[in-house]
């Protein structure tokens, strides 16, 4: 069976991209762990499904399979997506299982565009996360300990569950050390993307992402966000600030409680994919 696709990036996260009529039949699940491994597949962060009716829709996949609620840099990319496939107009209303969300333009081609990313959600219950003290309603400078060393978690849900990690410096073999001890931590039953943030001023922050069912990323969009909503409550960085990933830099802004997102994105490939039932 050979499927169209479309595959993107945003600042180094990467997306394959199908419409649902192509798939509508396959288990999104399992063909998403075969699409994104990047040994037996095309490879990605990520696989996004376009459902149009009765409106538009980002259906969202970890490169594990597992349904997440939404990406930042993928509704980037999928703005970029159906702008190139006809859509008319200078912003769109996606829905997402984060609630709907509106992506507009910044310039003709959908290459760059500024999304409203909803307001940021502090409650445990809807983080969510289990804390042990009954009278706990947020985990903030939560102190835990691991690898022997003390530990402040940040957690909130901002399009999706993430907790942010102070750190002095950008290092990978922490992040890689400490970014799976936190995801699969107790307190976060649906586990949680994790975020490592060095606050080098107000206006400009560093931060490596260890993303649940993916790992180390190049980039990651809500996390960038949870960042500056996290740095903005510490007193870190102002309502606006540029956040630098690997892949490359968004700007957040804050406006009251509700948070904004501006970045690029750029198409990668078009084709067809020859899906083998079963898998690889």
């Given at each position: ?58 259906v ?39 609630g ?32 042990a ?22 957690s ?45 001023d ?7 992402t ?16 949870a ?16 956040v ?13 409680k ?12 078009s ?10």
């Amino acid at each position: 069976m050979e499927l169209r696709f479309s595959k993107y990036q945003g600042i180094g996260n990467d997306f394959i991209i199908f419409e649902e009529s192509e798939v509508v039949d396959l288990d999104f699940s399992l063909l998403a762990q075969n699409v994104c491994n990047r040994k037996f597949g095309i490879g990605a962060d990520g696989m996004i499904i376009c459902r149009r009716e009765p409106n538009i829709e980002m259906v969202f996949y970890n490169a594990d399979g597992s349904r997440a609620p939404m990406c930042g840099n993928g509704i980037r990319c999928f703005g970029h997506y159906l702008k190139q496939s006809g859509l008319d107009g200078q912003e769109v209303d996606i829905k997402t299982l984060a609630g709907n969300l509106t992506l507009e333009y910044r310039n003709a081609d959908g290459s760059s565009s500024r999304v409203y990313m909803g307001n940021p959600k502090w409650d445990v219950k809807e983080i969510p996360a289990k804390v042990a003290k009954s009278d706990m309603d947020k985990i903030l400078r939560f102190k835990q300990i691991l690898f022997d060393e003390d530990i402040e978690l940040n957690s909130l849900y901002m399009g999706t569950t993430h907790t942010i990690v102070e750190v002095s410096q950008i290092d990978e073999s922490y992040a890689s050390q400490f970014g799976p001890a936190i995801e699969n931590l107790d307190i976060y039953p649906e586990k949680t993307n994790v975020n490592f943030v060095n606050w080098v001023d107000e206006e400009h922050l560093e931060i490596l992402t260890w993303e649940r069912g993916v790992g180390i990323t190049l980039a990651c969009g809500t996390g960038a966000c949870a960042a500056v909503v996290v740095g903005d409550v510490l007193s870190k960085n102002g309502k606006k600030a540029e956040v630098k990933s690997k892949g490359g830099t968004l700007l957040i802004e804050i406006d009251g409680k509700e948070v904004y997102m501006t970045g690029p994105s750029q198409k990668i490939c078009s084709g067809l994919y020859t899906y083998i039932k079963g898998g690889y």
